[in-house]
Structures are given as structure tokens and as C-alpha cells.
């Protein structure tokens, strides 16, 4: 169906509104869940210097946007940069990381973040990184179980001090290396 079909492309500076329209929409949802722990209850939109960093990541192509019917649906932050949160010797060396997915809350936002782990997985694999990584809240058992599905093994677990808060991630793994859909044989 044309109404389903999800079309993802490079963001760019002028897509800095959408994105940040999108992840406060997203984190207002988690507040309205109970889960101001994953990401507080500042909208991204109003922490100083977020909006720029936002819109540095599209310019420097670090950005994917999924649309649907021409609406910001969904977005992927994907760099070979490890940020420097996480625990040193954890991710493999060459590694790309997933600095970011969300998708859309409603309707327009099914399957979204599927199609943008596989597009992460593709780009990983199409540079030849050895694995994919990223960090989660370990709050919950939802990413859990959808990371575990797609193959993210969980190596560690660290505390992020967020200012007044202390917030305990997950870091985990997905190995590329091997068969085709990463596992060995």
C-alpha cells in the first residue's frame, strides 16, 4: 500500500525542525508511559545546544530520516564514533554505532525502526565495520527483547550521571563478521 511505504534519505540542516519535532514527540510519549528515566523530561528541543548539534550530525551526513507520505517518521544516528560514555574495550575496534533510533509513536511509525536497524546493518556492512554497537536505558525490558532479537549480544552495563540523575545503560554488540546475517556457523 503507497500509504505504508517508507522512503529513508540522508537528513540535511533543514530537517533540523522535524527531527527535534519528532524526538520531543517521542520522549513526551515515554513521559506519558511512566518512563521519564529513559531520556528525562526536557524536550530535546529546549536543551541548550541539542538543536545545533542536531542540525551539525544531518550537515556532516550522520543522520538517516524515514518519511512516510513526506513526514518525519522516524530518524538513525549512525557514526564510526563511539561516544565517550561508554566503557572503553566494549565495542570492537572499527565498529560503527548506533548513536540514535526512534520512530514515530502512532501509526506512521510502524515498522520504522525496523527498516532503519536494517539500513544501519547494511551501511555497517557496506563499509566492512566488524560489528554494530549501542547503549540503551536497561530499564527496559522492551528494547532488551527487541535487540536481542536482531542479533545485539548485551556486553555491559554502565551508569550515565545526567546531572541530578543516574541513569544505568546496557551497551550491546551485534557482530558482523561470518555468514551473512552475522552469526557464525
Partial sequence: MPHRHITLRPATAADTPALLALMDSVLEWLVACGRPEQWGTV???QIPGFPERV?????????????????????????PLVPPRIPTGLVPEGS????????????DGRDV??????????????LKAPALALDHWAGSSELARVYDRRGYVKVAE??????????????????LSGSPTGVGI
Wanted: with cysteine; charged share 25%.
Fill in 96 to 107: 560503527m554505532f548506533v548513536h540514535t533510533v526512534m520512530s514515530d509513536r502512532g501509526p
Fill in 43 to 45: 524536550p530535546f528541543s
Fill in 113 to 126: 525502526g525496523s527498516t532503519l536497524l536494517d539500513e544501519a546493518e547494511h551501511r555497517a556492512r557496506t
Fill in 55 to 79: 542540525t551539525d550530525w544531518a550537515s556532516q551526513g550522520v543522520i538517516t530520516l524515514a518519511e512516510r507520505n513526506g513526514k518525519c517518521v522516524g530518524l538513525l544516528a549512525l557514526a
Fill in 158 to 175: 554502565y551508569d550515565d550521571d545526567q546531572g541530578e540523575n543516574t541513569v544505568r545503560n546496557a551497551v550491546r554488540v551485534h557482530h
